[in-house]
């Protein structure tokens, strides 16, 4: 009877995981002549989630930001998916290191 349970148990789980997995938060992020849009994105504090990164411009792109602790190549035409460990509320600064005169902006969580 106990192995009936267990089995049960362990067939339903994937239904309960399976919205946790589709609750987690993402940033989308473009890149088009050298400038991030948006220059502000907003992410939930205490809680990880990942950054996406699609790069417009026809020359490669370097997602940076020592607060984040990333660092990513974002090729021509291509994108990045970054994952981010849970942050405390703030501002984190992040830039386009190839094009540093250019790119800058901030992520804000809250």
Request: hydrophobic share 45%; net charge neutral; no cysteine.
């Amino acid at each position: 009877m106990k192995t009936i349970r267990l089995v049960a148990a362990l067939a339903l789980m994937p239904l309960f995981a399976a919205p946790a997995l589709a609750q987690q938060a993402s940033v989308r992020i473009v890149i088009k002549d050298h400038k991030f849009s948006p220059a502000e994105p907003h992410a939930p504090a205490n809680r990880a989630f990942t950054i996406t990164v699609k790069n417009l411009d026809s020359t490669a792109a370097e997602f940076e930001s020592k607060t984040l602790r990333v660092e990513k190549v974002v090729a021509p035409g291509g994108e990045a998916v970054m994952q981010i460990r849970p942050l405390n509320p703030g501002r984190y600064h992040f830039f386009d290191d190839f094009h540093q005169d250019t790119t800058e902006a901030e992520l804000v969580v809250e």
